[in-house]
């Protein structure tokens, strides 16, 4: 089957999860110069199933697990703040603008989520490909910015924003 599927990641999906994250793309967008440690980032991949306020969802593709949106309610409530990442080199052009399309109406019709009022993503100012996932998507700037560390540089994140059930 040719076409990206999406789905709710449960305990046993943690190996294609951590292939993700080792990507080095991946690591290097978040923040880091190495890969995870696995049982450390294990112990966080099992958080997601014991809070109704987080989630992950992963895509396929060829019966491959080649991405992943994460998910989870801000501290007050009044927004879902999302991550996502793919292999490097898939095979689904525009993989990013679909994979947070269709997490985007997942978290629309979540009822876990029914409280917030906008999603929202951090994307560093250089990361051109998020940056359009974004934008394609209809979230705006929010004005909010932060300085992190990637790879020894101080690098630029942009918060953005989009209004819970608009296209």
């Not at 943690?14 to 110069?33: H, L, M, Q, R, T």
């Not at 014991?50 to 992950?56: A, F, N, V």
Request: aromatic residues 12%; charged residues 25%; hydrophobic residues 35%.
């Amino acid at each position: 089957m040719n076409d990206l599927m999406m789905r709710e990641a449960t305990l046993k999906d943690y190996d294609a999860y951590y292939k993700i994250k080792c990507d080095p793309k991946n690591v290097e967008w978040s923040g880091f110069s190495t890969p995870p440690d696995y049982e450390r980032l294990k112990g966080r991949f099992e958080t997601f199933f014991q809070d109704d306020k987080q989630g992950l969802l992963l895509f396929e593709f060829d019966e491959e697990v080649i991405g992943y949106v994460n998910f989870f309610s801000t501290l007050d409530g009044n927004s879902v703040e999302t991550s996502h990442g793919a292999l490097t080199g898939n095979k689904v052009s525009g993989l990013g603008y679909k994979m947070l399309k269709m997490a985007v109406e997942f978290i629309d019709n979540s009822e876990n989520c029914r409280d917030a009022k906008s999603i929202i993503g951090w994307v560093a100012e250089n990361n051109f490909a998020s940056l359009q996932n974004i934008l394609k998507n209809g979230y705006q700037p929010t004005g909010e910015s932060e300085v992190r560390m990637l790879n020894g540089n101080n690098v630029t994140f942009v918060q953005y924003e989009k209004a819970r059930g608009k296209k």
